[in-house]
């Protein structure tokens, strides 16, 4: 039963000349007052602007989690209002079967007692592809694999969930890998199949990759270009990786736990994974996990195979977290000549003098202010307050 309030807005939808109810609730509401309404309200839930706020964002888990089913059909129903695509690869411990995990029973089911519409249904259905309560990390309890093996099935069913995700502009991977050089793993593996599944569907509109957790091996395994890449080598003339504008880097830091000859390996993959974006990204963010790690574009001699080799010619924004002081500039804009903004976070004390929190600095501009002041004051040095030609003064005035 609709309350009067709902009677008042779905009556003005019907009357109004105005911009929809839809439209004129997102104008007026937030993003979460947007979602509330949506989950409390049975007559506002089956608006089209709501549904298109709702499903902006959905979040994907794979492997499945225990007690739920991913349902591809019901995917499709709302796939073209999905942008922005978050897929966590989470295997959880062998022991975890929490109660959390599994579905809920027809007598705890708050519609239980209710006839199911088929929004409603289909919102159970898409709950699949929301957060859950996440297990414990479990990484140890991942099976080993070889480097070349491919799920084809599991290949296949992500090449149809990015086909119908067609509008999908940010695509954020998360997983709880290994810091430190366990090989090719379960999670390795999933990550290949997601790159491979990528190039295959070739999606047109995906600007942005986030890749918020990773690790070394993680990286390792998402080589798309030349014989680095796992699985297959990407064969597309025109590949969605020429396409991407912003890539978000939050590695662990694996230095302390690799060996010196690992180390060297590192270097150059990250290096080489980099520098297979060089030609496209206006926007980089590279921030460590743990300890502070180098800054890929002046590491310095603790790392001489992480140099770079390539220009980047479009790159107008360099984000830095958790990186070893020390950001020399001009270094940076070698191969970044037409970088605009340096970013680097810093760790601050807060009012209370014991926690801290980051806070970001544009380093461009303070190298900039400093030699402007600098040439302004050699401007002033060479002010000639005389009517005789320049020629004439051949000596700088004391």
């Known amino acids: 039963m609709s309350s009067p309030l709902e009677k008042a807005l779905l009556r003005l939808q019907v009357f109004s000349k105005g911009p929809s109810l839809g439209h004129f609730l997102k104008l007026h509401l937030a ?7 949506r989950l409390a309200s049975r007559s506002l839930h089956d608006l089209f602007e709501l549904n298109k706020v709702a499903f902006e964002t959905i979040h994907i888990h794979t492997p ?57 249904i289909l919102s159970e259905i898409i709950e699949s592809y929301c957060p859950y309560v996440e297990p414990p990390i479990a990484w140890k309890f991942v099976v080993q694999r070889k ?30 890998g290994d810091p430190a050089w366990p090989g090719c793993t379960d999670i390795e593996s ?94 980089l963010d590279i921030s460590w996990i ?9 590491a310095g001699d603790g790392h001489p195979n992480l140099k770079f080799m390539r220009s980047w010619s479009r790159l107008e924004e360099l984000w830095l977290g958790r990186v070893k ?35 970001w600095d544009d380093r461009l501009v303070q190298h900039e202010d400093h030699h402007k002041d600098g040439s302004e004051w050699m401007a002033l040095r060479d002010v000639r307050l005389s009517a005789l030609p320049a020629p004439l003064f051949q000596n700088r005035l004391a």
């Open 325 to 359: 002081t020390g950001h020399d500039v001009s270094l940076i804009k070698q191969p970044a000549p037409h970088l605009q903004r340096l970013m680097v976070a810093s760790d601050v004390l807060d009012k209370d003098g014991e926690s801290t929190h980051q806070a």
């Open 190 to 283: 999933l990550l290949v199949i997601l790159r491979i599944a990528l190039e295959r569907t070739n999606p047109k509109h995906l600007q942005t990759v986030r890749l918020s957790p990773i690790h070394a091996m993680g990286i390792m395994h998402l080589r798309w270009a030349g014989a680095g890449a796992y699985g297959e080598a990407c064969a597309a003339r025109d590949p969605v990786w020429y396409r991407l504008k912003v890539l978000e880097l939050h590695i662990y830091n694996p230095y302390h736990q690799l060996s010196k000859s690992q180390t060297q390996v590192f270097d150059k993959i990250f290096t080489d994974y980099l520098q297979s974006f060089s030609r496209t990204l206006t926007r």
């Open 147 to 176: 480097p070349g093996d491919v799920d084809q099935v599991l290949l296949e069913k992500w090449c149809q969930i990015f086909k119908l995700l067609s509008n999908m502009e940010t695509l954020h991977i998360a997983c709880n």
């Open 31 to 37: 993003i979460n007052d947007i979602l509330n309404l």
């Open 64 to 120: 499945v989690p225990p007690g739920r089913e991913q349902q591809i059909d019901a995917l499709a129903a709302v796939a073209l209002a999905c942008r922005h695509i978050v897929v966590k690869i989470a295997f959880p411990s062998k022991a975890s079967n929490s109660p959390l995990l599994q579905p809920p029973s027809a007598e705890t089911s708050p519609y239980a007692s209710e006839s199911n519409t088929s929004s409603e």
């Open 290 to 298: 743990g300890a502070d790690g180098p800054d890929p574009f002046a």
